[in-house]
C-alpha cells in the first residue's frame, strides 16, 4: 500500500517560494514548507465508507459514525509503478487533481512491512508527503456516486499546525481513524524538528 499526506496551499503563495531548487527530496520538502510558512498549509483528510466503521460488534459501539478519516492511497496498477507514484496517483484519483496541480512530493516511509489487527494483516508500505495548489473536490464516477466510498461533504481541509489535534479529537468523539494518517503526521512533524540527525546526536550524548 502507498499513502499520501496532501498538504493544500493556495497556488499563488506557492509561488512565493525562495528556492529555485526542485529536488523531490524530504530535505528540500521540509525547507520549501519552511519558507513559504506552516501555517499556509490545509491537510486534507478523506471520509470514506468502510466496513470496519459498522457497529457489528460490542468492540465498536462507541462509534458514533460510519465513515473514517483517512488519507488517500492504494495499491500498485503494476509491478514497477514505484511506491511514489502509487501515492500520487491515488491522490490524483481520490482527491480530484491532475498531476500539474501537484507542486512537489517527498517520501516520508519508504517499502516497510507493518502488521496490523496483531499480525492478521501484514501489509508493505510506504508513505508520502505532496504539496497540491488545488482545492480538494473528489470526483464522481461515471455511473453516479464516489469511488471507493468517498463521502465528499464530510471531506475535510485542516490547517497543518492543527490537524494531530483535528484528528484526536474526532477519534475522541468517536470517529474512526486511519492509524496511517496520524502516523504520517507525527513523522512530518518529527522530521521537522530534526528527523533522524536529532535523535543520532542525543544518542550520542548519553549511550556509551
Known amino acids: 500500500a502507498a499513502k499520501c499526506l496532501v498538504l493544500y496551499v493556495r497556488e499563488s503563495t506557492w509561488k512565493l517560494q525562495l528556492s529555485v531548487d526542485s529536488s523531490n527530496d524530504l530535505p528540500t520538502f521540509l525547507r520549501r514548507l519552511r519558507e513559504i510558512g506552516l501555517s499556509n498549509f490545509q491537510v486534507f483528510f478523506l471520509a470514506a465508507d468502510r ?69 492478521g494483516q501484514v501489509e508493505f508500505y510506504s508513505t508520502c508527503a505532496a504539496v497540491v495548489t488545488k482545492r480538494p473536490e473528489p470526483p464522481k464516477r461515471k455511473g453516479g456516486g464516489y469511488r471507493e ?46 528527523g533522524r540527525k536529532s535523535l543520532e546526536q542525543i544518542r550520542k550524548r548519553i549511550l556509551p
Not at 511506491?83 to 516511509?109: F, H, K, N, Q
Not at 494531530?164 to 496511517?180: D, K, P, S, V
Request: glycine letters at 10%; hydrophobic letters at 45%; a negative charge.
Open 51 to 119: 466496513p470496519c466503521t459498522y457497529p457489528e460488534s460490542p468492540d465498536l459501539e462507541g462509534l458514533t459514525e460510519n465513515f473514517q478519516l483517512e488519507i488517500p492511497g492504494g495499491v500498485a496498477d503494476a509491478a514497477d509503478e514505484s511506491a511514489i507514484a502509487t501515492g500520487l496517483r491515488e491522490t490524483c484519483e481520490e482527491y480530484g487533481c491532475a498531476a500539474s496541480d501537484v507542486a512537489m512530493t517527498a517520501p516520508l516511509v519508504t517499502d516497510v512491512y507493518a502488521a496490523n489487527d496483531a499480525g
Open 149 to 194: 466510498g468517498i463521502i465528499p461533504e464530510k471531506c475535510v481541509l485542516v490547517p497543518l499546525l492543527k490537524a494531530e489535534e483535528f484528528l484526536m479529537e474526532q477519534g475522541r468523539q468517536g470517529i474512526l481513524l486511519e492509524w496511517l494518517a496520524l502516523a504520517s503526521l507525527y513523522q512530518l512533524g518529527f522530521e521537522l524538528l530534526g
